[in-house]
């Protein structure tokens, strides 16, 4: 009689935060696929769940802690016998959240997604926090891949060296650790071998990428040399690169966004401000003035070019004048994706030591005005696109409807900017899959998203060795 198969433990994770928490998170999806646990998406039907928080500004704080709470009453009252917590919460407040939540069994930092083997060995101690942060994702760690088939987010650093006052990632991620150029090829390599396409480079100051290794002034360690090299990988067809620092960039860096056939003509460059005070202030290095010559020099040498940037509003001392002084900026500089924020006024940062705090009603208005400039502008750029050609990655099937497809023009960053919604191409011979680059013509837009029918499908060319596309990868919940 054969030997009846024991069922592999379930586990569930919930993935809050940005890209590099997803990348985190993947790599604790990998740690408990090699413990042989099965990922489900109904916490309900989780004997561990793992929440990765954010806890940057007082919004994410708070929905990480809701999220806890929520995964809390699994624990409670459900199959879930393990609780883990892990990421930037529990790094910046482990006591507080040990001594306030008996619900959860594991503490996990920023720095500790391999210790989660641990855990679901069942060895672990509760508080597994180290201090301080000091890790950073290498090709050998497993990573398993969660979300849309096709594309990947690849970290090139961790941590960050810069001061600015608003911001606390330095204390909860540490000091800038980059990878070695051979480790982000290896990793990008196996990536390919898995079907991604789309490699999606960050890090929390990316254009600081390599400063830190040994040798970082070299010509090998700087990052417009690594960037040829991941768009060299073959199976590659799109790099994005992401927080680009808005400092006198790299002639060769522009140069390869602007006529790289695989390096997209995308930049993603917090700007943060600019008004002068304002960015003084915020101890970010340099005025308005670099600013705009940064944005002309780049919409100058790179040809259909998409800006992606994000601004604070109602940061202490921003006066009505500095924040009309903004708004002007970002009406003259047409971003085609615009993120706000509104200042979240943290205890460790050096802003909250700062006078003539804006109040909330006004920071709100001020987040208002500037989201609507920006939707107005996005609106005017996607209707430009009705009637052109462009080329999609093929996502999947829809959310709201399984026979409509979705996917991204190369002007499109996953999870962050708009999508494609694909109809028609019954006539083609094979109908597109996941992980697909088809040509599609643009019939109808709404201020962040297209709508396009299908024209053709390109022909696969996977590196030999790779294996078949189209599965289903597991879904981490993510937050609203
Ligand atoms: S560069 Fe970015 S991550 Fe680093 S301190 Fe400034 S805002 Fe924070």
Redesign the pocket.
């Known amino acids: 009689m054969a030997a009846m198969k024991r069922p592999r433990p379930t586990i569930h994770f919930v993935s809050l935060g940005c890209p590099k928490n997803r990348v985190d998170s993947e790599v604790m999806l990998g740690v408990a696929a090699d413990a042989r646990y099965e990922h489900v998406d109904d916490p309900a039907r989780a004997e561990v769940i793992v929440v990765n928080t954010c806890g940057f500004i007082g919004a994410a704080k708070k929905e990480s802690v809701d999220t806890i709470l929520e995964m809390a009453e699994h624990r409670r009252a459900g199959r879930c016998t393990k609780l883990v917590v892990a990421g930037c919460l529990s790094q910046r407040y482990p006591e507080e959240l040990a001594a306030g939540m008996p619900e959860v069994d594991h503490f996990l930092g920023s720095s500790d997604m391999l210790k989660l083997g641990e855990v679901l060995r069942g060895r672990a101690e509760r508080m597994l926090v180290g201090h301080p942060a000091d890790w950073v994702v290498r090709a050998s760690d497993p990573r398993a891949l969660s979300g849309r088939v096709g594309s990947a987010w690849v970290k090139l650093a961790e941590g960050?060296?810069?001061?600015?006052a608003?911001?606390v990632?330095?204390e909860l991620r540490g000091k800038q650790r980059s990878r070695t150029p051979d480790d982000v090829v290896r990793e990008v390599e196996e990536l390919t071998a898995r079907g991604v396409r789309e490699v999606n480079l960050v890090s929390?100051?990316t254009v600081a990428y390599g400063r830190d290794l040994p040798g970082g002034a070299s010509a090998e360690a700087r990052l417009a040399p690594l960037v040829r090299r991941v768009a060299d990988v073959p199976g590659v067809r799109w790099v994005r690169l992401f927080?680009l620092?808005p400092e006198k960039l790299d002639p060769e860096l522009v140069e390869l966004v602007a006529h790289h056939p695989r390096v997209l003509p995308y930049v993603d460059m917090?700007l943060?401000h600019a008004a002068d005070a304002m960015l003084r202030r915020m101890r970010?290095g340099h005025g308005g003035a670099r600013l705009r010559r940064l944005v002309d020099e780049l919409r100058q040498k790179v040809p259909g070019l998409t800006f992606r940037t994000a601004f604070i509003v109602g940061h202490p001392g921003e006066s009505a004048a500095e924040f009309e002084e903004l708004c002007d900026f970002v009406r003259a500089a047409e971003f085609e994706h615009l993120g706000v924020f509104r200042y979240s006024d943290e205890e460790s940062a050096a802003s909250h030591a700062l006078d003539a705090k804006v109040p909330a009603l006004v920071a709100a208005n001020r987040w208002r005005r500037l989201m609507a400039i920006g939707r107005r502008i996005a609106a005017r750029k996607n209707a430009a696109f009705v009637g052109r050609e462009l080329e999609v990655l093929v996502e999947g099937a829809s959310e709201e409807h399984e026979l409509v497809l979705v996917g991204r023009h190369r002007g499109q960053a996953p999870e962050i900017d708009g999508q494609v919604f694909l109809s028609g191409g019954a006539e083609l011979d094979a109908p597109p899959r996941a992980g697909d680059l088809v040509r599609a013509r643009v019939t109808q837009a709404t201020d962040y998203d297209l709508a396009a029918g299908l024209v053709s499908v390109e022909p696969r060319d996977r590196p030999a060795g790779t294996r078949a596309r189209g599965r289903t990868l597991p879904v981490l919940r993510a937050g609203a």
Do not use: E, K, L, S
């Open positions: 960050c060296n810069r001061t600015c608003f911001c990632i330095p929390q100051d927080y620092y917090p943060q970010r």
